[in-house]
């Protein structure tokens, strides 16, 4: 089995969580990264910011649960702002050097890793600037 990972942006907490159970609205802006777990976005947060690494969940930064379904495991996640910002914020180099950065706390040394967490991050900027553009947030649907 396993777990899928929707970020989509939306105005408000009551509206990402009418998502648990009518499913993502072909309406939102979606972004499907099926291998990028919510709570791996707590590291890159710090590195954008400038934070340390572990201090971003000891300042509340981790994803917050607005819904969920006991039945199916499914649950609706909101990002923080912050991690929205910095995300919308960040320069292409910025992104490359993050996830340079990211690559070795995962253990990741190969130069197509680093790429590919480059692209995934470009991906993510980009989600995250059209939230902030207009006054959104982001949220994680994440299904198993």
Known sequence: MSVLYDYFVAFSDDEAAAMIEDGLDGELLLLE??????????????????????????????????????DNHNVVLSL??????????????????VAASWAQLHGLVDQEGVDALADLLGQFAWLAREARDCSAHLYCWVGV
């Open 33 to 70: 990264l099926k291998g990028l777990d919510p709570h791996d976005l707590v590291s890159v947060e710090a590195l954008l910011t400038g934070a340390s690494v572990g201090t971003a969940p000891e300042q509340g930064h981790a994803p917050r649960i607005v819904a969920g379904l006991r």
């Open 80 to 97: 923080d702002d912050e991690l929205r910002d910095a995300l919308a914020g960040a320069t292409a180099e910025k992104l490359i050097a």
